[in-house]
C-alpha cells in the first residue's frame, strides 16, 4: 500500500519562502508515474500547483505560481518536495501531495491521481 506523507507547512508573511516534503513509502511500482501537489483553499475547489512525471522529467507549474514555486524530487529517497517563495496570501491552502500510476503526461488530469497524502496546511499572512 502506498503512503505519502507530506511536512514542510506552516505559516508565514507575504514575501516569505516555505519548502514541503513527501515521502513516499510502499511503492514498487516500476513504471513511469507521476507526482505532484494540489491545494484546496476553503470554498474553492481543488487545483493542481505542480507536478512532475517521470517518464520525462517535465514539470508543470499553475499560472498562479510559476516563477514562484519549483517541484523536485530524489527518487532515491522517495521524496518529492516543493519550493514555495515570494509566498502571497493566495497560496494559503492545504497542500497534498498525490501519485499517480495511470498518468500518461505531466498533464494528465488530478482524477488520475490515485494516492494521496494527508494534507499540510499552509498559510501565508499580509
Known amino acids: 500500500q502506498v503512503q505519502l506523507v507530506e511536512s514542510g507547512g506552516g505559516s508565514v508573511q507575504a514575501g516569505g519562502s516555505l519548502r514541503l516534503s513527501c515521502t513516499a513509502s510502499g511503492y514498487t511500482y516500476g513504471g513511469a508515474f507521476c507526482m505532484g501537489w494540489f491545494r484546496e483553499a476553503p470554498g474553492k475547489e481543488r487545483e493542481g500547483v505542480a507536478r512532475?512525471?517521470?517518464?520525462?522529467?517535465?514539470?508543470f507549474y499553475a499560472d498562479s505560481v510559476k516563477g514562484r514555486f519549483t517541484i523536485s524530487k530524489d527518487i532515491a529517497k522517495n521524496t518529492l518536495h516543493l519550493q514555495m517563495n515570494s509566498l502571497i496570501p493566495e497560496d494559503t491552502a492545504m497542500y497534498y501531495c498525490a501519485a499517480s500510476t495511470l498518468c500518461t503526461t505531466v498533464h494528465s488530469g488530478q482524477s488520475l491521481y490515485n494516492y494521496w497524502g494527508q494534507g499540510t496546511q499552509v498559510t501565508v499572512s499580509s
Open positions: 512532475i512525471y517521470t517518464g520525462d522529467s517535465s514539470p
